[in-house]
């Protein structure tokens, strides 16, 4: 079993995902606000909510990195997932987030996404990162922006017009 580490920012502690986590991690994959922008857009059932959470801890174990549970570092309530993530077939290792609906606004994608960039590159050296962000989902594209993103070109993704945002260690500020 691979060791996930633990990260933290100001408020936030990135952890790995666990059991403890399925209730609400299910919770915020059944609602279409969390997922009407990843894969098919669909809400997850609990046993696909399941499934989702067991290919993100195998991701860790195949390429040594992944995403992870973000808490509150207050109460260890948790408020989403983020994290770095390349299955096969992927066009490059993307930084992604989600947050449960009742987690949305208060800054915690940016701040837990800062803190997995400077993972990216300072621990585990790579050379960039992209994010693919829904051409509809204006939040995540101000959240890549804030990041240090560049918006350098539009694909077709999993069949949806697709913006892929870039960072490089020089210009990644978060």
Request: glycine share 10%; charged share 20%; proline share 3%.
């Amino acid at each position: 079993m691979i060791a996930i580490p633990v990260l933290e920012t100001e408020r936030l502690r990135l952890t790995q995902l666990g059991e403890h986590h399925f209730e609400t991690y299910a919770a915020m994959l059944a609602d279409e606000s969390s997922t009407r922008f990843i894969g098919d857009g669909l809400p997850l059932d609990r046993m696909n909510a399941w499934r989702s959470m067991a290919m993100l801890l195998g991701h860790w174990v195949l390429r040594g990195y992944g995403m992870w549970a973000v808490e509150l570092r207050e109460t260890g309530q948790f408020v989403g997932r983020v994290g770095l993530h390349n299955p096969d077939g992927w066009p490059d290792v993307e930084l992604g987030w989600m947050l449960a609906p009742a987690h949305r606004h208060h800054g915690y994608a940016t701040e837990a996404a800062a803190g997995v960039l400077r993972h990216a590159f300072d621990t585990l050296g790579f050379a960039r990162v992209i994010s693919l962000i829904r051409v509809e989902n204006s939040a995540s594209e101000r959240v890549a922006r804030r990041l240090g993103g560049r918006q350098n070109t539009t694909v077709d993704f999993l069949g949806k017009a697709t913006l892929v945002y870039t960072y490089y260690p020089s210009e990644t500020d978060g």
